[in-house]
């Protein structure tokens, strides 16, 4: 005979599992993208924190108080990867004290794995730039398979961490990956585009754009990430700039200024200023909204086929 304590204890124990199991996951993303994303694949399941902007350059975030109080109370941080964030989350982390989102630990979901990376350096110096992309270039996230493969993973990272949910992420990466391919057969006309089309970058977040729509970067501005260029450097971009003319300048939002006024005075590009990212804010309201600007933009910009 079962005893009334024992009923007791069944029945709260169930009240409990389901308490926990309806609660909703807190998630800390490093990037807006990141963050976007995570709520098109978690929906309802998921409350979400972000603590970086498309318009900020990702390499320097600054923290609040109120970021370690965040990443102390997450149960899963979403990071890019390829040591994007290297240069301000580690210490981050040290400081929240929380086992769980550590890397290693199953509320780490490092969304760059599987990612083959590109333009990885064939020496490493980091006396040379803070941003030196060590193990490669780690902005995957402007390309259309790069937020699908964002999106995959942050599905995998949420079902490790509620494998009670499964269900609802899997339908929610289902919708969002049939959202992307309803727009890439929107792009595809813009997408060829800019097959062969050249451009010139700062600081480069292009690679991966580029490889996927075969237009060309055949210079940037910063020969080591994240420096100034020294005047010799500048010269020979100047110098491609005239004998190749290339239809666009293409830089970061924030380093639309100074060094790029400068170099278009004296050579007369066009200069494209673009968020890294999306922001949050119109145009840039989401990661695909923000994939919509760059491909328009810079098919807009490309000049026409019989130009080329």
């Given at each position: 005979m079962v005893s009334p304590g024992s009923r007791l204890f069944a029945v709260a124990f169930l009240f409990l599992a389901a308490h926990l199991s309806a609660q909703?996951?807190?998630?800390?993303?490093?990037?807006?993208?990141?963050?976007?994303?995570?709520?098109?694949?978690?929906?309802?399941?998921?409350?979400?924190?972000?603590?970086?902007?498309?318009?900020?350059?990702?390499?320097?975030?600054?923290?609040?108080p109120s970021?370690?109080?965040?990443l102390r109370k997450a149960d899963v941080l979403l990071v890019m990867g390829l040591d994007l964030e290297h240069a301000w989350l580690p210490p981050l982390l040290e400081g929240a004290r929380n086992d769980a989102i550590l890397p290693g630990a199953v509320g780490?979901?490092?969304?760059?794995?599987?990612?083959?990376?590109?333009e990885i350096p064939a020496s490493l110096d980091r006396s040379?730039?803070?941003?030196?992309?060590?193990?490669?270039?780690?902005?995957?996230?402007?390309?259309?398979?790069?937020?699908r493969h964002i999106a995959r993973k942050i599905a995998e990272g949420f079902i490790r961490r509620a494998p009670d949910k499964k269900s609802a992420f899997d339908a929610g990466l289902a919708t969002f990956e049939k959202k992307l391919d309803a727009k890439l057969a929107e792009w595809k006309?813009?997408?060829?585009?800019?097959?062969?089309?050249?451009?010139?970058?700062?600081h480069g977040f292009f690679p991966y754009f580029t490889a996927a729509t075969g237009c060309k970067i055949i210079a940037d501005l910063e020969a080591t990430?994240?420096?100034e260029p020294s005047p010799a450097h500048v010269a020979k971009v100047v110098g491609i700039i005239r004998a190749e003319k290339p239809c666009a300048l293409l830089v970061p939002s924030w380093k639309s200024?100074?060094?790029?006024?400068?170099?278009?005075?004296s050579t007369g590009i066009r200069v494209i200023a673009l968020p890294m990212g999306s922001t949050g804010r119109a145009p840039d309201t989401s990661w695909l909204s923000w994939m919509e600007h760059l491909v328009t933009t810079l098919s807009e910009a490309a000049p026409s086929p019989k130009a080329l």
């Amino acid at each position: 005979m079962v005893s009334p304590g024992s009923r007791l204890f069944a029945v709260a124990f169930l009240f409990l599992a389901a308490h926990l199991s309806a609660q909703s996951l807190t998630v800390v993303a490093t990037t807006h993208d990141l963050g976007d994303i995570a709520r098109e694949i978690g929906g309802k399941e998921i409350a979400c924190e972000v603590l970086s902007f498309g318009d900020q350059d990702p390499h320097r975030v600054s923290a609040r108080p109120s970021t370690l109080i965040k990443l102390r109370k997450a149960d899963v941080l979403l990071v890019m990867g390829l040591d994007l964030e290297h240069a301000w989350l580690p210490p981050l982390l040290e400081g929240a004290r929380n086992d769980a989102i550590l890397p290693g630990a199953v509320g780490h979901v490092d969304v760059s794995s599987g990612i083959t990376p590109l333009e990885i350096p064939a020496s490493l110096d980091r006396s040379k730039g803070t941003d030196l992309h060590a193990k490669g270039n780690p902005h995957f996230n402007a390309s259309p398979e790069g937020g699908r493969h964002i999106a995959r993973k942050i599905a995998e990272g949420f079902i490790r961490r509620a494998p009670d949910k499964k269900s609802a992420f899997d339908a929610g990466l289902a919708t969002f990956e049939k959202k992307l391919d309803a727009k890439l057969a929107e792009w595809k006309p813009k997408l060829e585009r800019l097959r062969g089309v050249k451009f010139v970058c700062r600081h480069g977040f292009f690679p991966y754009f580029t490889a996927a729509t075969g237009c060309k970067i055949i210079a940037d501005l910063e020969a080591t990430p994240g420096l100034e260029p020294s005047p010799a450097h500048v010269a020979k971009v100047v110098g491609i700039i005239r004998a190749e003319k290339p239809c666009a300048l293409l830089v970061p939002s924030w380093k639309s200024s100074g060094l790029t006024e400068s170099i278009a005075a004296s050579t007369g590009i066009r200069v494209i200023a673009l968020p890294m990212g999306s922001t949050g804010r119109a145009p840039d309201t989401s990661w695909l909204s923000w994939m919509e600007h760059l491909v328009t933009t810079l098919s807009e910009a490309a000049p026409s086929p019989k130009a080329l």
